[in-house]
T-cell receptor, first 113, second 111 residues
Framework: EAQVTQNPRYLITVTGKKLTVTCSQN?????MSWYRQDPGLGLRQIYY???????DKGDVPEGYKVSRKEKRNFPLILESPSPNQTSLYFC????????????FGPGTRLTVL | GQNIDQPTEMTATEGAIVQINCTYQ??????LFWYQQHAGEAPTFLSY????GLEEKGRFSSFLSRSKGYSYLLLKELQMKDSASYLC????????????FGAGTTVTVRA
């Protein structure tokens, strides 16, 4: 089954404790993105990747890092999480560009205390 | 960048029709998407418009007017399972390609 998976689905952590949210897709898509979704603000792109070892900043990259060492995986790293990073995070992949039809993962609800 | 506006909430009765409007401002329009998102779930693709006119897919239709910066999603023969948030997203090719999402419209279908 074609899908995007994320782990963990739910996470409660404390300020400053480094965490990684994993994302994997099995559709051989070149493009992958990370979004955060906050009430009233819609989905905002954090980072995107056009291929292995090629990443770029989206609209709200501050406080986040990403890596793309393999085509299928695109982890999101929060080196020192802060409460304003409490949000619902979605990983997505797309076929022809990062602005193409997005296939979203199930989401990760992160709470930073 | 884009400025995308959609109503926050709409309520309709089972079997009825609801129209969700989306207006946008962009420097280089290159396509508009509609996604459906059920509570607690991931958004899923519904439709894509890049030329003016109506695209029909079963009970769902999407319309685009590029000159007016306007789109709507029409949901016909509403069912309870259509209760969800509907996201409008605009692709802009001004400078670097960008994809921006509206805040979404929550549709509640009542029996």
């Amino acid at each position: 089954e074609a899908q995007v998976t994320q782990n963990p689905r739910y996470l409660i952590t404390v300020t400053g404790k480094k965490l990684t949210v994993t994302c994997s897709q099995n559709m051989n898509h070149e493009y992958m993105s990370w979004y955060r979704q906050d009430p009233g603000l819609g989905l905002r792109q954090i980072y995107y990747s056009m291929n292995v070892e090629v990443t770029d900043k989206g609209d709200v990259p501050e406080g986040y890092k990403v890596s793309r060492k393999e085509k299928r995986n695109f982890p999101l790293i929060l080196e020192s999480p802060s409460p304003n990073q409490t949000s619902l995070y979605f990983c997505a992949s797309s076929l022809q560009s990062f602005t193409d039809t997005q296939y979203f993962g199930p989401g990760t609800r992160l709470t930073v205390l | 960048g884009q400025n995308i506006d959609q109503p926050t909430e709409m309520t309709a009765t089972e079997g009825a029709i609801v129209q969700i409007n989306c207006t946008y401002q962009t420097s280089g329009f290159n396509g508009l998407f509609w996604y459906q998102q059920h509570a607690g779930e991931a958004p899923t693709f519904l439709s894509y418009n890049v030329l003016d006119g109506l695209e029909e897919k079963g009970r769902f239709s999407s319309f685009l007017s590029r000159s007016k910066g306007y789109s709507y999603l029409l949901l016909k023969e509403l069912q309870m399972k259509d209760s969800a948030s509907y996201l409008c997203a605009v692709r802009d090719r001004g400078g670097d390609y960008k994809l921006s999402f509206g805040a979404g419209t929550t549709v509640t279908v009542r029996a």
